[in-house]
């Protein structure tokens, strides 16, 4: 199984991005799937998650500005960000889990999410 993230790149503060990441090798439709960052120097955190039927959730730090959606039928998920912050510079990466808890309540431990992908570098200029 594939996650391959896809939409990173430079905005000034204030601009938008949207990232996609979809799925190959293996349907993971009945996933829950997720956004995670991570800051040099930072630990990764959640960003966003989706469970399979379309409960949301989200970091307080993006709630409002970032929307998370997903399409079952192409395996994909998207994050759409709008209003930048320069804090909102990282890697981004996508994720997918069976279980909806281990996105929402993750710990730090990578190994707790059972499927990653590639990170996805955005940054937003000041």
């Known amino acids: 199984v594939q996650l391959q993230a896809s939409g990173g790149g430079l905005v000034q503060a204030g601009g938008s991005l949207s990232l996609s990441c979809e799925v190959s090798?293996?349907?993971?439709?009945?996933?829950?799937k997720g956004w995670f960052r991570q800051a040099p120097g930072k630990e990764r955190e959640l960003v966003a998650g989706?469970?399979?039927?379309?409960?949301?959730f989200y970091a307080d730090s993006v709630k409002g500005r970032f929307s998370i959606s997903r399409d079952n039928a192409d395996d994909t998920v998207y994050l759409q960000m709008n209003s930048l912050k320069p804090d909102d510079t990282a890697v981004y990466y996508c994720?997918?889990?069976?279980?909806?808890?281990?996105?929402?309540?993750?710990?730090?431990?990578?190994?707790?999410?059972?499927?990653w992908g590639q990170g996805t570098l955005v940054t937003v200029s000041s």
């Open positions: 989706i469970t399979w039927n379309g409960r949301t």
């Open positions: 090798g293996r349907p993971l439709s009945q996933h829950a």
């Open positions: 994720a997918a889990d069976p279980q909806s808890g281990a996105l929402e309540y993750y710990t730090g431990y990578s190994g707790s999410i059972y499927y």
